[in-house]
Structure formats: C-alpha cells, structure tokens
C-alpha cells in the first residue's frame, strides 16, 4: 500500500514537473500577479506628474497664471420699472455694448523656468489693443435716453489673472487718456479685470420754439490701451469685437493652436511662430448688444499653448500601459525555449524575469526626469535587455540562446518605443506588429506537441 502512494506521488511529481498544461496555467497565474506592481507603478507615475503640476503652480501663483484677455465692454446702467408686489418699483439695470472693431498685436517672449526637477513655461507679453465703437442704437433695446445713467457708463477690461499685470493701463478713450482701475464692479460679463468710469458728453440741440434739448452723442469713437501681462502655459482672448483680428509671435517653437477658432495663417519653426486669427460676430453665440443676460463670452475664447516638445510623464504613463504585453512576449518566449530544449524553468526564475520587465518602467520614469524620455528609454532598454539575457544564459547554459532572446527582448522594446511616438499611426503600427509576432509564434511552435505532456 505505502509503495501504491510513493508511486502515485512519483507520478504527480513528474506530471507537474512535464506537464505543458499546468506549465500555462502556472505563467499565466504569475503574469496576473505581476499585474500588482504594473498597477503600482502607473499610480507612481501619475503621482509624480502631480507633483510636476504643484511645482507648476507654485511657480504661476508668483509669476500669473494662463492669461484670458477679454474687452473692452462698456456698460451703461439704466432704470427700469417694474411691478412687483403689485407696486410700480424702479430697478437698476445694465446694458452692455461690444465693439465694432477690435485688433490686438502682440508678442509672446517665453520663459522656460525650473522648480526642482521640472520644467516650466513662462511668457510675458505685450498686447496693443484698438479697435472702435460704433453708434450706440438705444431703440434696439427698447430703451429710452431718458432712462439711461450716463454718469456711470464704464469700460471693463478682462484680465483672468490680475497678478500678471507689470504696468499701468492707459485707455485712449476718443483721444483722452483715463487711468484704468482695478477690479470689475459689475461681474456680470467678466470676473476679473479693470475698469473705468467714461465720459460720453452731453449736447444741446435748438427746438424749433426756441427751447433747448440736451442728448448724448455716441458714434465712432476709437479707443486704444497697452497690456503688459506675465502668464504661464496659455494665452487666450475673446473674440469681442464684430471683427476680431489677433497677430501673436513669439520664439517659442513649440505651439499649440487651441480654443474655439484655429488662426487663419499661421507659420511655425525652430526660430518660433507667427499667428493671425480673424474671427467675426456671426462666428459666436452672443449678440453686440444685450441687456443684463448673462451670456457665456468663454466659450468663444482661442488662443496658444506654450507646450514642452516632450512630456515625459504621458509618454511613461503610456509604455506602462504596455507593460503586460511585454511580460507576456517574454515569458511566451522563454516558455517556448523551455519545451524546444528540454530545459524546466522554475516559476521563481519566471518571477524574477517579470520582475526585471517591471523594473524598466521605474528605471524610465526616475531616469527620464532628469535626461528626457528618450535617452532614459535607451539606457533602461540596455539595463534590462542586458539583464535577462546574462541571466538567461545560466538558466539554459547556452550563450547563443540568451543572445537571441536579448535581442528578440530589445527588438520588442525598440518597436514599442517607435508606436509611442507615432501617436497618429500607434494603432496602424501596433497591429501590424501583434500580427507580425503572432506570425512568428505560430510558425517556430509548428512542430511542437503539446498534447505529449500536456
């Protein structure tokens, strides 16, 4: 009896130890686990790109955050009546007036900043805003002069981010100079910004009794003002104007074209760019003229990003998200070596390779810090290819195996290192190099069979 149940755990030895089946179930239990630190080590990566935004941050609240010009508005307050309560009450509204003409020239001189490890784009800029208002229509609105508070008819000037500021505004309103102050009084439009209170004189016309009759005239009056504003990574404006026109250059090389409208021209090189966006009334959802409603102006706005040419954090972020592909390329390939020379791997060796697989992420995100991704991809490669295919080479005492696994290894991390930097060919290049490897697989394991000691 006892000799029964040595021989029937001899042969349970020698099935685990042969068997092909239970070999699979094995690798493919040990690559979920290795699922663990795969995971850890993308919620690492986001947590350093955290990081990189706080620095960037830090950084803007000191110098002035992504900048949105909007203006100018004017604003006139006006009475109305109302019953409310079953009385005839008067209430004080607004009225607000948008330009006919708006240009704004600028130029954008980037900063590239540091905050530790990270890399942060600054810029100052000086805008030349002018353009033109043209005659206010009361009876568009329905109202009447009488009703109208003259005295208190404001220009408003958006500025997102009141810090950026390095100088005072001027407004050459109609030929006179006016101080703008801080602050919106009414935030009705815009949330941040300047104001100031405006002069529209009051005129006398003769009756034909002889009596005299006064109004106010308001019709084709330019104005012009100078922003000098420092902002981080954007600038945006609003297209405020009938017609808006923008012309921004700069030496940056690297912009991005966002927002609502594209520029219509626009040139872009090493030495920087120049842009020129033309946008007009009927390209928005607001009106040039409206009373109280509270229109949604930022939804038109358009503008550049001052990007980095390389973020190293999302193109981590992404070759971590491959990192199951790779251990599992790997391992298929040792399993394969495995059943053609006769060689048993024990799941401790295979553990120790998946470990080294995940390693190359750690090593690319800590490197790539400092060195850029690409370099950082070329040195982890070398490590880890490096590494698997000496300690291949003691696990099948063989040189010319380990050679062709180290360079079946680097080939897989080469090719993967060209799909993520073809963003807009990734998935065309990702299929056809599954469907190359599947290929490969299919016709070195031709001849094996796998119900011998399956």
């Not at 900043?113 to 784009?121: C, E, F």
């Not at 009759?213 to 009056?221: A, H, L, V, Y």
């Amino acid at each position: 009896m006892e000799n029964e149940q040595n021989g029937f755990v001899d042969k349970a030895r020698h099935w685990a130890k042969t068997s092909i089946m239970l070999k699979m179930i094995t690798i493919g239990f040990l690559i979920v686990i290795l699922l663990i630190p795969e995971s850890m080590i993308q919620s690492l990566i986001r947590e350093r790109s955290y990081a990189r935004d706080g620095a960037v941050n830090e950084v803007s609240n000191k110098w002035g955050q992504s900048q949105t010009i909007t203006g100018p508005i004017l604003t006139i307050p006006y009475i109305s009546e109302v019953y409310k309560d079953g009385k005839l009450r008067k209430t004080k509204q607004f009225a607000h007036f948008l330009p006919s003409k708006v240009l704004i020239d600028g130029a954008v001189n980037p900063h590239q900043k540091h905050r530790g490890i990270y890399d942060i784009i600054l810029y100052d800029t000086d805008l030349k805003v002018s353009g033109q208002f043209d005659n206010i229509d009361l009876s568009k609105l329905n109202l009447e002069e009488s009703d109208m508070i003259w005295d208190e008819a404001k220009i408003a000037i958006g500025i997102s981010d009141l810090r950026g500021l390095t100088d005072v505004i001027q407004l050459d309103w109609n030929g006179s100079k006016i101080a703008m102050n801080p602050g919106v009084e009414n935030a009705q439009m815009i949330s941040s910004g300047v104001h100031t209170i405006i002069n529209i004189p009051e005129k006398r016309n003769q009756n034909e009794d002889g009596s005299y009759s006064s109004f106010r005239e308001f019709k084709n009056i330019p104005f012009a003002y100078t922003l000098q504003v420092n902002g981080s990574s954007n600038l945006r404006f609003t297209p405020i104007g009938k017609q808006t026109t923008v012309n921004l250059s700069s030496s940056w090389p690297s912009p991005k074209f966002d927002g609502a409208f594209l520029p219509q021209k626009h040139e872009v090189n090493d030495s920087g760019f120049v842009s020129q966006w033309k946008v007009i009334n009927l390209n928005r959802n607001y009106p040039q003229q409206w009373t109280n409603s509270n229109y949604h102006l930022n939804n038109s706005d358009f503008g550049v990003d001052l990007i980095l040419p390389v973020d190293e954090y999302q193109k981590s972020l992404r070759s971590a998200k491959y990192a199951s592909l790779i251990v599992l390329l790997t391992f298929l390939a040792f399993f394969f070596i495995e059943i053609a020379n006769g060689k048993r791997i024990h799941p401790l060796q295979y553990i120790l390779v998946g470990s080294a697989l995940v390693l190359f992420y750690s090593l690319l995100l800590s490197i790539s810090e400092h060195f850029g991704f690409n370099i950082a991809y070329s040195i982890s490669t070398i490590m880890i290819a490096g590494l698997i295919g000496m300690y291949s080479s003691f696990i099948f005492k063989s040189g010319k195996m380990a050679s062709i696994l180290t360079a079946g290894l680097g080939g897989i991390y080469c090719f993967m290192f060209f799909v993520l930097n073809s963003e807009d060919y990734a998935l065309l290049m990702g299929s056809i190099g599954l469907f190359a490897i599947l290929s490969i697989v299919m016709y070195a394991t031709r001849n094996i069979n796998f119900y011998k000691s399956a």
